[in-house]
C-alpha cells in the first residue's frame, strides 16, 4: 500500500488521545497531518512556512489505540509563494501485519520570511 515510500512522520497515538467513541479524536491526526505536511513544505521553501489552507480532508476509516500512524506527504504543486501538499495517513495494525489507509488529505501552504509576510518559495534569480 505504501509502495516503498519513506513517511514523513510516524506516530503512536495514547490513551489520551482517545474519543468518546473509543477511536483516536480527529483534530489530534489532522494535528500530525499538519507537522509532516510543514516539514515537506519548509524543505521545499528552504526556510519557514504557515498553513493557509486545508483544500481537502477524508476520515476513511477510525484510527485505533495502538496502531502505528504513518504520515506520507508530498509536495504537488508550487506557485509563487504557495505550495500544495498532499498528505496520505496509513495505519500498521496487528504488529504490523494489516496496513489500513485511515485519511488523507490536501494542505496549502505559504513560504514566510522574519516578517511572517508570503515572500517566494523560490528566489529571484540574480
Do not use: Y
Not at 5 to 27: C, K, Y
Not at 29 to 53: E, K, N, W
Amino acid at each position: 500500500m505504501t509502495d516503498n515510500r519513506m513517511p514523513i512522520l510516524r506516530v503512536v497515538p495514547g490513551p489520551s488521545d482517545i474519543n468518546a467513541n473509543g477511536h483516536i479524536f480527529g483534530g489530534w491526526i489532522l494535528g500530525q497531518m499538519d507537522i509532516a505536511a510543514g516539514i515537506v513544505a519548509s524543505r521545499r521553501a528552504q526556510g519557514s512556512v504557515a498553513t493557509v489552507a486545508i483544500e481537502r480532508m477524508e476520515f476513511i476509516s477510525p484510527i485505533h489505540l495502538r496502531d502505528l500512524i504513518s504520515v506520507f506527504a508530498v509536495c504537488e504543486r508550487v506557485g509563487r509563494t504557495s505550495m500544495t501538499i498532499r498528505i496520505e495517513v496509513i495505519a500498521a495494525r496487528d504488529r504490523g501485519e494489516t496496513e489500513v489507509k485511515v485519511t488523507e488529505g490536501v494542505f496549502t501552504f505559504v513560504a514566510i520570511d522574519e516578517q511572517a509576510r508570503p515572500r517566494p518559495v523560490d528566489p529571484p534569480a540574480a
